[in-house]
């Protein structure tokens, strides 16, 4: 093998490789180059350094003043005055203050992992949609090329006058038309491809081909486990920014300053030493805080309930959608068997007999088709509803 490609690469050959993709791979590869994620983890790094910044102690403070002294007794001359102070975060406020800005950008980061499920789950549904334009492209091109051998024959008939103009017209018209449908089918297929392999930045290549081997298999029933793990986690984040925002207003001494100062005279040096402890009990300030994060509180429970039980009942619309669906494919698949398998073979030998006109053949093909297409349809909608059910109760696989 090494011997060939070398003969080949020697002679100036390239050697094109065809790779197949599953499922899994596509999805790996999304979760590789995903720059949402990165958009959210980078949010999320901005936020925790504007929260330090935030929450930072205050810088000193520098206070300068000039004065030109002239009294009534004596000599004149200039005085002067400087000093610094700085203010004093007391106890741990600080660090309160910086986890409940934490808890709250944790939170967010949380359910920011919602849009990268939707995501996730929309690139798994337009793969199933992929693989069943493959599936229905094959069976249109099948169709074609029996009905092709058939005009053939048919044609040879004509020539010995053996069946009438309009009966070689009417199946020129119904190969005319499956051709179309054959290469829309085929150009469906490729753009569903490309979006895939342009989503999950796969890199696209016209040998590229997708497994569609993995597939999720079509049940009636679907078992979710721990369904809104997302959202209950972040609402805990939530709670626990809201009850830190309690304790941390609960302090009757917050913070103190403290300043120092030299002050030059005509006649004295003047050395100052001050402390400024503001009195918070002699405000309601904190108090209304208090008051507003207990409002926050109870405002996250009942919204999470209310939400929660929009949630729940979309689920059980979606399951029952599930239901009936994986009934009717189960019903189409049954009679598009029967009339493949069964009816129109039959049918088929009639006409080749002489027993069925044309027309009688052909709307049965087309009868065929129709029930093809509302099973591909029904197929397409079932994935649509499950990946949508996934992206609802926050699955993440």
């Known amino acids: 093998?090494?011997?060939?490609?070398?003969?080949?690469?020697?002679?100036?050959?390239?050697?094109?490789?065809?790779?197949?993709?599953?499922?899994?791979?596509?999805?790996?590869?999304?979760?590789?180059?995903?720059?949402?994620?990165?958009?959210?983890?980078?949010?999320?790094?901005?936020?925790?350094?504007?929260?330090?910044?935030?929450?930072?102690?205050?810088?000193?403070?520098?206070?300068?003043?000039?004065?030109?002294?002239?009294?009534?007794?004596?000599?004149?001359?200039?005085?002067?005055?400087?000093?610094?102070?700085?203010?004093?975060?007391?106890?741990?406020?600080?660090?309160?203050?910086?986890?409940?800005?934490?808890?709250?950008?944790?939170?967010?980061?949380?359910?920011?992992?919602?849009?990268?499920?939707?995501?996730?789950?929309?690139?798994?549904?337009?793969?199933?949609?992929?693989?069943?334009?493959?599936?229905?492209?094959?069976?249109?091109?099948?169709?074609?090329?029996?009905?092709?051998?058939?005009?053939?024959?048919?044609?040879?008939?004509?020539?010995?006058?053996?069946?009438?103009?309009?009966?070689?017209?009417?199946?020129?018209?119904?190969?005319?038309?499956?051709?179309?449908?054959?290469?829309?089918?085929?150009?469906?297929?490729?753009?569903?491809?490309?979006?895939?392999?342009?989503?999950?930045?796969?890199?696209?290549?016209?040998?590229?081909?997708?497994?569609?081997?993995?597939?999720?298999?079509?049940?009636?029933?679907?078992?979710?486990?721990?369904?809104?793990?997302?959202?209950?986690?972040?609402?805990?984040?939530r709670l626990q920014s809201a009850k830190k925002s309690l304790s941390r207003y609960d302090n009757a001494f917050e913070s103190v300053t403290i300043n120092g100062q030299y002050g030059k005279e005509l006649d004295v040096d003047r050395y100052t030493i001050g402390i400024s402890l503001p009195l918070s009990f002699t405000s309601e300030r904190n108090e209304h805080a208090r008051v507003a994060a207990m409002h926050k509180a109870s405002a996250i429970e009942y919204g999470f309930e209310q939400a929660m039980l929009e949630k729940k009942s979309l689920l059980k619309e979606f399951k029952a959608q599930l239901f009936n669906q994986a009934l009717m494919i189960q019903s189409l698949s049954k009679n598009y068997r029967n009339y493949k398998k069964k009816l129109l073979p039959l049918i088929k030998k009639s006409y080749n007999l002489g027993e069925t006109s044309v027309i009688e053949y052909l709307l049965n093909r087309q009868q065929l088709y129709t029930l093809s297409q509302e099973l591909h349809a029904h197929k397409k909608a079932y994935y649509n509803t499950l990946f949508r059910l996934y992206t609802l109760s926050e699955k993440k696989d």
């Open 1 to 237: 093998m090494k011997i060939l490609l070398g003969i080949l690469i020697g002679l100036g050959l390239t050697v094109t490789y065809a790779s197949t993709l599953t499922l899994q791979k596509i999805l790996l590869c999304a979760e590789e180059h995903n720059v949402m994620s990165k958009s959210f983890d980078q949010q999320a790094l901005a936020i925790r350094a504007q929260t330090l910044s935030d929450t930072a102690n205050n810088p000193f403070g520098l206070y300068l003043e000039g004065s030109r002294a002239r009294p009534q007794l004596g000599t004149d001359g200039y005085e002067y005055a400087v000093g610094i102070s700085k203010n004093i975060k007391l106890g741990n406020i600080q660090n309160q203050e910086r986890t409940i800005a934490n808890l709250q950008t944790e939170a967010s980061r949380i359910e920011a992992e919602k849009v990268l499920i939707d995501f996730r789950n929309g690139l798994k549904n337009i793969y199933h949609t992929h693989c069943l334009d493959v599936e229905n492209y094959k069976n249109i091109k099948r169709s074609y090329k029996d009905l092709l051998t058939l005009y053939n024959k048919k044609q040879k008939a004509y020539k010995y006058q053996e069946i009438s103009k309009s009966e070689l017209m009417q199946l020129e018209n119904e190969k005319n038309r499956l051709l179309a449908q054959v290469q829309e089918m085929r150009m469906l297929q490729e753009i569903s491809k490309q979006k895939i392999l342009m989503l999950s930045r796969t890199g696209y290549n016209k040998n590229t081909k997708l497994s569609c081997k993995d597939i999720y298999p079509i049940r009636s029933k679907i078992k979710l486990e721990h369904s809104f793990s997302l959202s209950k986690e972040a609402k805990k984040k």
